[in-house]
T-cell receptor, first 118, second 109 residues
Framework: EAGVAQSPRYKIIEKRQSVAFWCNPISGHATLYWYQQILGQGPKLLIQFQNNGVVDDSQLPKDRFSAERLKGVDSTLKIQPAKLEDSAVYLC????????????????FGPGTRLTVL | GQNIDQPTEMTATEGAIVQINCTYQTSGFNGLFWYQQHAGEAPTFLSYNVLDGLEEKGRFSSFLSRSKGYSYLLLKELQMKDSASYLCAPTGGGNKLTFGTGTQLKVEL
């Protein structure tokens, strides 16, 4: 089974430029997540999609960040304009809903995109 | 809101046992995940606890006390490859994970 794919793996931009990241989840996974992980911290959820609808975007800085999952499969996260503090690893994860109350929705993570803003 | 507390760093010897503690305060708690993250890599799933008690999986075990807001990850027969960050992540509604800052474990000879 193929894992979560992300591209690019690395990106270096100057502040005020824009950047986009792409994620392709595991086939059949309805739920897709974008996380931001700053060095030395745990991942922070930015946005969660269920199919092509947004479930939670409460921690997404909407003045500069946007994300879409138009066909309910792959997703794009954009930053415009970037700030120095956006330097981080952007992780995409996916999970598949389980029907049994005793089961759990393990999230599978992609390799991440390391963004450096200069 | 969520408040998660775990030690920043721990050091242990190869072959030994180490326990990584995590305390949490959350709203709408469903269960608790532990993830392992090697430097420069994505987090990988280790365990999930929804009921009180100990879940054992090979060299790794995880414990949960819902009433105390407490969990620990127990690693036995430590190997050098176990050097990594260990992330405690309680879950709320909608399978939303909130990660702690992680415990950086260093395994020495």
């Amino acid at each position: 089974e193929a894992g979560v794919a992300q591209s690019p793996r690395y990106k270096i931009i100057e502040k005020r430029q824009s950047v986009a990241f792409w994620c392709n989840p595991i086939s059949g996974h309805a739920t897709l997540y974008w996380y931001q992980q700053i060095l030395g911290q745990g991942p922070k959820l930015l946005i969660q999609f269920q199919n092509n609808g947004v479930v939670d975007d409460s921690q997404l800085p909407k003045d500069r960040f946007s994300a879409e999952r138009l066909k309910g499969v792959d997703s794009t996260l954009k930053i415009q304009p970037a700030k120095l503090e956006d330097s981080a690893v952007y992780l995409c994860a996916s999970s598949s809903p389980q029907d049994s109350p005793s089961s759990y929705n393990e999230q599978f993570f992609g390799p991440g995109t390391r963004l450096t803003v200069l | 809101g969520q408040n998660i507390d775990q030690p920043t760093e721990m050091t242990a010897t190869e072959g030994a046992i180490v326990q990584i503690n995590c305390t949490y305060q959350t709203s709408g708690f469903n269960g608790l995940f532990w993830y392992q993250q090697h430097a420069g890599e994505a987090p990988t799933f280790l365990s999930y606890n929804v009921l009180d008690g100990l879940e054992e999986k090979g060299r790794f075990s995880s414990f949960l006390s819902r009433s105390k807001g407490y969990s620990y990850l127990l690693l036995k027969e430590l190997q050098m490859k176990d050097s990594a960050s260990y992330l405690c992540a309680p879950t709320g509604g909608g399978n939303k994970l909130t990660f702690g800052t992680g415990t950086q474990l260093k395994v020495e000879l």
